[in-house]
């Protein structure tokens, strides 16, 4: 067994992790740490998903780090450019060396009378056991299985002679040249593999229980490529940044006050591009915007697709698999050489580690979540969860300056372990997602709970969030630094400066 200590465990190598690795490199030059990556590369989700088209779902100068800026135009990037950027991010902040790849990790036990975390890590290639033993642990693994993703029970799949796919496993130079393929879903994955897929198919259908709401956006930010020529990087990036991020809290909160009308705006702008001969009640939600998650495609990829009978939408539930295709309640059979269920992610926090205090587990659904980022009553741990309304990034950036803030100021108030604890008794049965989505609603024994009230709320708001995480007071009654709280610590920091 191998063996090493550090001040901080960064678990993760994928856009949070990486993105936690150079703000800690800058912010916290004396703290020892680094990265384990269950991978053999850096990308996390952008590593792992190779299906046609694959493109990130948030534009580009929202889901790019806040300090190091997207240059390319295309406000929503393929994944190999996505995957790319993380990458030459690590190497420009020199934090590649950091990490330690092919490592997953099993468990992560604190001891409180050694006031440290031990990480222990298998090496799946070699079945060699790693150990490391950490001051504190910022997990940055995402929030589902990588192993596989969902997919619910459908009859006589067995008999199907085609193949069947998920997206999460797309084989690698798989040929679709020709085949009628049916996709299963309407999220995210659906919207982006069907138009994806048109360009060789035969026929594309996407297959669904339920509409989605989809939102045409810009394929290029030409404002941006036109002050490119003027502006430093940066500034252009920031001017972008800044404006994309009040156009999604508008349109969300429009959505929340509003919602009759800008479900109005979306179906007559869905109904524009599909043309007069598209079926609308395959395009019209029964709950309202931003209940669930919002579709984004680029220049109207989809509708374009379905407006020129390459690919098609059908609104129904299965019957059965047969040997060729599918059965569906209403009668109708859809012809299919191939399948791909594109039918959600399997929701799971901390990479499917298990998390113990002093030899007891924690069931992180019993926990409250501090900030959106910490568990209450568990030390020395954060974890990165982003917007599910807004781009991921956006979050994760500013949890890491807060993770950042506070390794320093404990150094400097010479504490050496810190818990959220919730005194009030503020705790509710609302887990921390707000959204009503299957696959949310699925994972609900598996998410941290939410407050009542602040901190323990999850605000889902950059704006409220960013002033809050990033100059917030670290002094606020609810975090306990070696069983203290903050006020003590501040009182023995005025001593220690009084005397030098």
């Known amino acids: 067994m191998k063996h090493r200590h550090l001040d901080v465990l960064i678990i993760g190598a994928g856009l949070s992790g990486i993105g936690a690795a150079c703000h800690m490199a800058k912010k916290c030059p004396n703290i020892r740490f680094a990265i384990v990556e269950r991978r053999k590369r850096i990308g996390g989700t952008w590593d792992l998903f190779r299906y046609p088209g694959i493109r ?197 909160k429009l959505s929340l006050s509003k919602p009759k009308a800008i479900r109005r705006l979306l179906l007559a702008s869905a109904r524009k591009q599909l043309g007069p001969d598209v079926d609308m009640r395959h395009f019209q939600p029964a709950y309202n915007p931003w209940e669930e998650r919002m579709c984004a495609v680029p220049k109207g990829d989809l509708f ?63 926990t409250l979540m501090y900030k959106g980022l910490m568990l209450e009553g568990v030390p020395n741990m954060a974890l990165v969860f982003g917007y599910t309304n807004a781009s991921w990034t956006l979050k994760a950036d500013i949890a890491c300056e807060y ?4 390794l320093n100021h ?30 949310v609603q699925r994972a609900n024994d598996r998410l941290p709970r939410q407050g009542a009230k602040i901190p323990w709320q999850n605000l889902d708001d950059y704006l409220r969030d960013l002033p809050a995480l990033r100059y917030g007071s670290l002094d606020d009654g609810h975090l306990k630094y070696d069983g203290k709280n903050m006020r003590q610590g501040k009182s023995t920091t005025l001593v220690n400066l009084l005397r030098a």
């Open 403 to 406: 993770v950042c803030r506070l």
């Open 410 to 439: 404990m150094k400097q108030i010479g504490a050496e372990v810190v818990t959220p604890i919730d005194e009030e008794g503020c705790g509710t049965n609302l887990n921390f997602l707000n959204l009503r989505s299957g696959y």
């Open 56 to 252: 990130s779902d948030s534009d580009m100068f929202t889901l790019g780090y806040n300090f190091r800026p997207w240059t390319g135009i295309k406000m929503l990037a393929d994944g190999p450019s996505i995957q790319q950027y993380i990458e030459d991010t690590a190497r420009a902040h020199d934090v590649r060396k950091r990490i330690h790849f092919g490592l997953k990790v099993l468990s992560e036990a604190w001891h409180s009378d050694k006031k440290h975390w031990q990480i222990t890590a298998v090496d799946e290639e070699t079945g060699d056991t790693h150990e490391f033993t950490a001051g504190f642990i910022f997990n940055c693994t995402g929030y589902y299985n990588y192993d596989a993703g969902y997919t619910p029970e459908i009859k006589g799949m067995e008999r199907f002679r085609g193949d069947v796919i998920h997206p999460q496993h797309w084989p690698e130079n798989y040929d679709y040249t020709g085949k009628r393929v049916v996709v299963i879903g309407s999220g995210a994955t659906a919207v982006t593999l069907v138009p994806a897929m048109t360009d060789k198919a035969a026929h594309v259908v996407m297959l669904q229980r339920s509409p989605t709401y989809i939102a045409t956006v810009p394929e290029k930010d030409l404002i941006s490529a036109n002050l490119r020529r003027f502006l430093p990087e940066m500034l252009v990036y920031r001017i972008a940044r800044s404006r994309n991020i009040l156009l999604q809290r508008t349109v969300y």
């Open 304 to 366: 374009k697709a379905i407006r020129n009978n390459k690919a098609s939408v059908v609104t129904d539930h299965i019957e059965t698999v047969t040997e060729n295709g599918i059965q569906l309640k209403s009668g109708d059979h859809l012809d299919a050489d191939i399948i791909i269920t594109a039918t959600g992610l399997d929701l799971q926090l901390l990479g499917g580690a298990s998390l113990s205090i002093d030899g007891e587990d924690i069931r992180i659904s019993e």
